[in-house]
């Protein structure tokens, strides 16, 4: 495996993002890292998300590496002349802006696609079609809206997940859809309109539970109350004081553990023989495997789940994930920081999790200060370096 190598699959397609937060840039990133031409617009001062502090600093490192930054001021004629003429040489267009923002530009998808018919443009929104098209909205107000956070939370006290998870998933249904149009544009020429957003995201995410509850008639509970599909799918004090998660979920894997752990009463017990039982029988499996774990070195148990191959995972803090044996592997990449006090300093971060022939997405294009290609894009666009100094003279790029 050659953490080194870039993908190149996407080599050859330019696309212009237009966006903001997490959504948007997301999107860009897997584009990017596929091998794609992204291009980052953003204000003159930089994209907000720059600026961001708390749980939100992070997001501008982690979404925008091996993309190229334009910082342009559209509000100038210039300027905006200068991104639709980069948008008709380009292959896709992606923004995240509020219902009709981009009208008053004429860079809706219907003045574009009138002008660029080939062009593939994704939009990226808090609603589809429907009641509440115009709606904005945001990650946590479609975590709330869905249901999502009432499953992850406790009884009456809803909990948005720990990441941006519906932002994450929805960028990845845009990239798909790009890809789907990339495919069709090859056999008819036309592009066309991607839609994907947050609530439709988080509605999908949770169809699993709507399933669930007209599978069982039963009222669905938040997953940290919920009855477990399986008997031994919990989390096990150790004798050191942490904590491990271990999940035992199917018959042969109950047999393999009990052989593995010396549980012969258990294993010989024919009212625990399916998985079912075992589910009506928790209270009594759970305390025997408790004892079991807190009695045995943590390194010996780590062993044993590994050889019976019982999925098992200790209880860490997403920045433990460096120092993680595998994920050292081939897992992470190098970023250097662009923005606020630590600009310059080199850091890790997760790689695209695909692997393509025996090799990881890598870094072609570190994450761009503010303008670091506003000379190059232009350059490539025709523009003279005189008129470039001039551009920049008159605030219209940085």
Same mark, same amino acid.
């Given at each position: 495996?050659?953490?080194?190598?870039?993908?190149?699959?996407?080599? =050859?397609?330019?696309?212009?993002?237009?966006?903001?937060?997490?959504?948007?840039?997301?999107? =860009?990133?897997?584009?990017?890292?596929?091998?794609?031409?992204?291009? !980052?617009?953003?204000?003159?001062? =930089?994209?907000?998300?720059?600026?961001?502090?708390?749980?939100?600093?992070?997001?501008?490192?982690?979404?925008?590496?091996?993309?190229?930054?334009?910082?342009? *001021?559209?509000?100038?004629?210039?300027?905006?002349?200068?991104?639709?003429?980069?948008?008709?040489?380009?292959?896709?267009?992606?923004?995240?802006? @509020?219902?009709?923002?981009?009208?008053?530009?004429?860079? *809706?998808?219907?003045?574009?696609? !009138?002008?660029?018919?080939?062009?593939?443009?994704?939009?990226?929104?808090?609603?589809?079609?429907?009641?509440?098209?115009?709606?904005?909205?945001?990650?946590?107000?479609? /975590?709330?809206?869905?249901?999502?956070?009432?499953?992850?939370?406790?009884?009456?006290?809803?909990?948005?997940?720990?990441?941006?998870?519906?932002?994450?998933?929805?960028?990845?249904?845009?990239?798909?859809?790009?890809?789907?149009? %990339?495919?069709? @544009? !090859?056999?008819?020429?036309?592009?066309?309109?991607?839609? +994907?957003?947050?609530?439709?995201?988080?509605?999908?995410?949770?169809?699993?539970?709507?399933?669930?509850?007209?599978?069982?008639?039963?009222?669905?509970? &938040?997953?940290?109350?919920? /009855?477990?599909?399986?008997?031994?799918?919990?989390?096990?004090?150790?004798?050191?004081?942490?904590?491990?998660?271990?999940?035992?979920?199917?018959?042969?894997?109950? $047999?393999?553990?009990?052989?593995?752990?010396?549980?012969?009463?258990?294993?010989?017990?024919? +009212?625990?023989?399916?998985?079912?039982?075992?589910?009506?029988?928790?209270?009594?499996?759970?305390?025997?495997?408790?004892?079991?774990?807190?009695?045995?070195?943590?390194?010996?148990? %780590? $062993? $044993?789940?590994?050889?019976?191959?019982? &999925?098992?995972?200790?209880?860490?803090?997403?920045? /433990?994930? %460096? /120092?993680?044996?595998?994920?050292?592997?081939?897992?992470?990449?190098?970023?250097?920081?662009?923005?606020?006090?630590?600009?310059?300093?080199?850091?890790?971060?997760?790689?695209?999790?695909?692997?393509?022939?025996?090799?990881?997405?890598?870094?072609?294009?570190?994450?761009?200060?503010?303008?670091?290609?506003?000379?190059?894009?232009?350059? +490539?666009?025709?523009?003279?370096?005189?008129?470039?100094?001039?551009? !920049?003279?008159?605030?219209?790029?940085?």
């Amino acid at each position: 495996m050659n953490q080194n190598n870039t993908f190149s699959l996407l080599r =050859g397609i330019t696309v212009v993002e237009y966006s903001h937060m997490v959504m948007g840039p997301c999107c =860009g990133v897997v584009l990017a890292d596929l091998g794609a031409r992204v291009i !980052k617009v953003e204000p003159i001062k =930089g994209d907000n998300t720059r600026r961001l502090a708390g749980s939100g600093a992070g997001y501008f490192p982690m979404y925008n590496r091996n993309k190229q930054s334009l910082a342009i *001021d559209v509000n100038k004629p210039e300027g905006l002349t200068l991104l639709k003429s980069l948008i008709k040489s380009s292959d896709v267009f992606i923004e995240n802006f @509020r219902p009709q923002a981009l009208n008053k530009y004429e860079l *809706d998808f219907d003045s574009l696609h !009138k002008k660029h018919p080939s062009l593939i443009y994704l939009s990226l929104k808090g609603f589809l079609s429907g009641a509440y098209q115009n709606r904005t909205a945001l990650d946590e107000v479609v /975590q709330m809206f869905s249901g999502l956070a009432y499953m992850t939370g406790l009884p009456e006290r809803p909990m948005r997940a720990g990441t941006s998870v519906v932002d994450i998933t929805g960028a990845l249904f845009g990239v798909i859809g790009i890809l789907a149009m %990339l495919e069709q @544009r !090859k056999k008819t020429n036309l592009g066309g309109l991607v839609q +994907s957003s947050l609530f439709e995201t988080a509605a999908f995410l949770v169809g699993q539970h709507i399933a669930q509850y007209a599978s069982s008639e039963k009222p669905l509970q &938040p997953m940290s109350v919920r /009855q477990s599909a399986w008997s031994i799918y919990d989390l096990f004090d150790l004798a050191d004081g942490t904590k491990l998660f271990v999940a035992v979920v199917s018959d042969t894997q109950w $047999k393999i553990f009990c052989q593995e752990f010396n549980l012969l009463e258990l294993l010989n017990d024919p +009212s625990l023989a399916q998985n079912n039982q075992r589910v009506e029988k928790r209270d009594t499996i759970l305390p025997i495997v408790r004892q079991t774990f807190l009695r045995m070195d943590k390194n010996d148990l %780590l $062993k $044993k789940l590994d050889t019976c191959g019982v &999925p098992f995972a200790p209880i860490l803090q997403p920045n /433990q994930l %460096l /120092q993680d044996q595998h994920l050292l592997q081939a897992g992470l990449v190098p970023i250097t920081l662009s923005d606020g006090n630590n600009k310059g300093k080199a850091i890790q971060l997760p790689a695209l999790p695909i692997e393509v022939n025996g090799m990881r997405s890598g870094i072609h294009h570190q994450v761009p200060t503010i303008g670091e290609d506003s000379d190059s894009v232009c350059a +490539s666009l025709g523009y003279t370096t005189q008129e470039i100094t001039q551009l !920049k003279q008159q605030g219209v790029i940085a």
